[in-house]
């Protein structure tokens, strides 16, 4: 068969018109939003199970052992560096200084939204009598504001400052 011949796979048109570039340009911001929160919302919850971003007093209580309140500071760095470099590398993709401003406070509040919505998935399911649904929503709030909605919000100045520097 020379390749003058080759026959066109039927579903091929189809591919080709599913490649569409134009809506790919339009679902990038998208997407990037919501690997974006998604990452963050992993980050966070990984540093909550771990209990370095637990309120030191709870309800008054303290109920945190001092094991944790005591521990290393080096996986906070890392939380907060990862985090800092994730905005970097996502409005660098985004390239748009407006639409990366927007797609901060929407990853920003998807990742909040996130993390409630896991942290509360054993009341959900009727495990703990509505105990956890307070306790997610203030541990949300403490994890993620206010040191790490300006580093965040520092890391996406950061990428919007390169992005107009290198691109």
Not at 37 to 42: G, H, I, P, R, V
Not at 62 to 80: D, F, K, N, T
Not at 94 to 110: E, G, K, N, Q, T
Request: aromatic share 14%.
């Amino acid at each position: 068969m020379s390749q003058g011949s080759v026959r066109w796979l039927p579903g091929f048109k189809t591919l080709l018109r599913l490649m569409n570039l134009a809506l790919q340009g339009r679902l990038k911001p998208v997407l990037t939003v919501l690997g974006w929160a998604t990452s963050s919302a992993a980050l966070t919850l990984a540093m909550i199970f771990l209990g370095y971003l637990l309120p030191k007093n709870i309800n008054g209580g303290g109920g945190l052992y001092g094991s944790v309140i005591s521990a290393s500071q080096i996986p906070l760095w890392i939380y907060y560096v990862a985090n800092f470099s994730l905005c970097v590398l996502a409005t660098v993709m985004i390239s748009d200084m407006s639409r990366s401003l927007l797609s901060f406070f929407a990853s920003y509040f998807v990742a909040a939204v996130i993390t409630v919505t896991i942290l509360s998935l054993p009341d959900y399911f009727g495990c703990c009598g509505g105990a956890l649904e307070g306790a997610a929503v203030s541990w949300t709030f403490v994890a993620l504001f206010p040191y790490l909605f300006l580093i965040e919000l520092a890391g996406t100045f950061t990428g919007i400052g390169l992005a107009e520097h290198f691109l």
